[in-house]
């Protein structure tokens, strides 16, 4: 094909996330055709040189089976160029480097991608330049709106593509359909109908020997302030009149926009708690604080749980609890809409009690209705059934698919810079209470259910 070459040039290549996240994304996204070919430059402070990248690269695209003669060829001619990506010298050095459209990547920590931009704002990109940026998008509000401010010198608001790969996921775009494109849902979904919304992300996981990054972010950052929040967003918003970026991203913006603590108030809304020793299924994990790289003293929590109300009339009065663990009991990922009971169950029938359920499951893919209908044995004596449907895969791994936004200049699966700030808004006064140590930092031990105290009760079965 005479489709133009993009160049992508990563600054941070020789991180963690690069071979991690990005590198796996971009190979599963060249092997299924969608990129015609790609000028890959990488960039970073270590002293690596073009074959030690290229290396990374090809492990990297191994591990989504990215072997093919086109990954091969991006391989091949993949550099990698040792620059301070802070400096403005560094950045003209490498800029003078890039050919045609070109993609930049930040793979850095916070601070670092705010010098970064700050350099690069200085000498300014090439026209259509694109920019992508890993969460977490500054550290609070202020400085998401300063680096916002910073970024929009540079290119246009549609030229950011600010990451959550959350909004690859394609079980999580199925929001979408589910609310939007069925008759059924959508007229019971408001305060009138439903008792409280879960979102729930629980991992078997630990640190993972991520202690640089996580220490310093915690489960709050990591995960609500982030990926849930965005999750809450497809569930709670508007039907928008289509999918494109202008309108979802509108939609977003406003819900997010009504969303604040349960009462107003981050001692009653908010749960943390921090994991100790324990066994899970059958692996030993250690005290959070034994990990290499963790400072006690920071007192990062490994489980945080918010309770919030969307202050819109469709939801006024709703909880919406968002929670997420790390080395929990169990892998529980899903969004759970708890119905209220039905307005009058006649006389003579039993066994109802437990409320009408919808269920998305964020991995494994599945979708779960749980009804009370009359089961097998006594007809008037009711069972909970569950209907349930699982998901197909998606095209592409929700790495893939948020890279593809990018490279096809499409911003709708990308965080617009409003929506960032208004993350940090929501989840500021948890951050602040939790700094002045107004809510208690429980324990658990790895491999249980988490902390029991908490606003809602035990999440539902
Ligand atoms: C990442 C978080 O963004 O998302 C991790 O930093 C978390 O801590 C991960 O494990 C979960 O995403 P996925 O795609 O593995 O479900």
Redesign the pocket.
Known sequence: TTAVRQTLLVLGASGDLTGRLLLPGLGALLASGALPGLRLIGSGMDDWDDERWRRRVADSFATVGADGAGESEVIKASRYVRADVTSEEGLRRLLADCAGPLVIFFALPPMVTARAAAALARIGVPPGTRLMLE?PFGVDRISAHSLNNLLATLVPEEQVHRID?FLGKSTVLNLLGLRFANRIFEPVLNSAHVACVDIVFD?T?GLEGRAGY?DGAGALT??VQS?LLQVLALLAMEPPPSVRAQELRGRTAQVLRAARLWDDDPVVASRRARYTAGEIDGRRLRNYIDEPGVDPARRTETLAEVVLTVDTWRWAGVPFRLRSGKAMSAVR?EAIITFKQAARVPDGLTGYERPDRLRIGF?PDCLALDLNINGPGNPFDLDQVRLTADFGPGELP?YGEVLRGAFEADPTLSVRGDVAEECWRIVEPVLAAWRADEVPLQEYAAGSGGPVDTLLGPVPE
């Open positions: 969460k790969h991992e996981l996580y990591d995960m990926h990922k991995g929700a």
